[in-house]
């Protein structure tokens, strides 16, 4: 992720119980997995019997979360015939004894695609950030009945789980590119985005989450200038934590027209003209500009002019409104 954000677990019961359904109800790999469970069975004793450990003819060296690296040893034949990616990955390997490097995947994710390969199964996902990371990987390794699989039980479990780790999974989809889940929990942010932004851990997203947020055209529960006080906290968090031009008492210059934190400011640059100021009511808009610290001189006297219905537009800031839900 962008920001670290420590990683956390499912509430257990919830997560069993949407699991279970979601693996075992109209999956038709499962249903095939059935008719060959004699094959799973002794695919299952290749990959778990230690004294057949010896036939395994290729290693993969991969990182786990502590740091430390770990080994994965399979057989050519059983990945290559499940998965275009490894055949690929393995065409031109000719050496048993040269480990491959497995990057861009944690090595429990990877453990659980293996796994998956051999037997058709894979245990219930208890942390949260690993449920899209396994995803990410069957997606990688082409392992379609899983990435389908794992798809369809963060879609059932993205409006179930609570706030924090609605954004954490936000996050790494966004990190991982995600494109079907990202527009899916966006749309989830637009409907809850008082939530959201007010949760702790919203201080810790990256920018990218952050403009996307900026993008909706709608927020629920929230005003505009609750949203913007908000990213301000992210982003002089982001900038050090050491808010500059503050006086004696702590807030920006007041007195000064012109820009009073450029450090914050840099922080908001990419984003800061989605803010869609023409949605502030127009008494805090002139506080808000003036107060923050972040807008140009020249963007604090076209607000003034706006304000003093002087100017029909707000320069560079969009003139489209936000639309605001109750929740």
Known sequence: MDVSMEEDNFEPFAVEREFFKVFWNGQESLKDMA??????????????????EQYKDVIFLCCGLDG?????????????????TFADMLASHNDPAEPVR???????????????????QITTPQRVVQ????????????IAPLSQLVKHFLE?????????????????????????????CFTLVEQRT????????????SPEFIRRVLQLDSFAGIGENQVFARVLEWAVMRAGGQPDGLNQEGRPNESEFH????????????????????????????????????????????????????????????MKERHFTTV
């Open 35 to 52: 008719e060959d469970s004699e094959i799973r069975q002794w695919l299952r004793s290749l990959l778990d019997d230690k004294e057949l």
């Open 68 to 84: 430390h690296e770990r080994t994965v040893r399979a057989h050519r034949l059983v990945l290559t015939t499940k998965s275009r």
């Open 102 to 120: 497995i990057t861009g995947v944690d090595a429990d994710v990877f453990e659980t695609i293996i796994h998956y390969i051999y037997t058709g």
């Open 131 to 142: 449920t899209v990371e396994l995803l990410y990987a069957a997606n990688k390794y082409d």
């Open 156 to 184: 059932c479990r993205l409006a179930h789980l609570n706030t924090k780790h609605f954004i954490m999974i936000t996050q790494r989809v966004l990190d991982l590119q995600m494109d079907d889940l990202t527009t899916m």
């Open 194 to 205: 008082a939530l959201v932004v007010q949760e702790p851990v919203f201080l810790r997203v």
């Open 259 to 318: 820009l009073a934190r450029p450090h914050v400011r840099q922080v908001l640059e990419p984003f800061i003209r989605d803010f869609r100021l023409v949605s502030v009511p127009k008494d805090d808009l002139a506080a808000l500009v003036k107060n923050s610290g972040v807008f140009t001189e020249r963007e604090q006297l076209t607000v003034s002019y706006y304000l003093l219905d002087q100017t029909k537009d707000l320069g560079e800031f969009t």
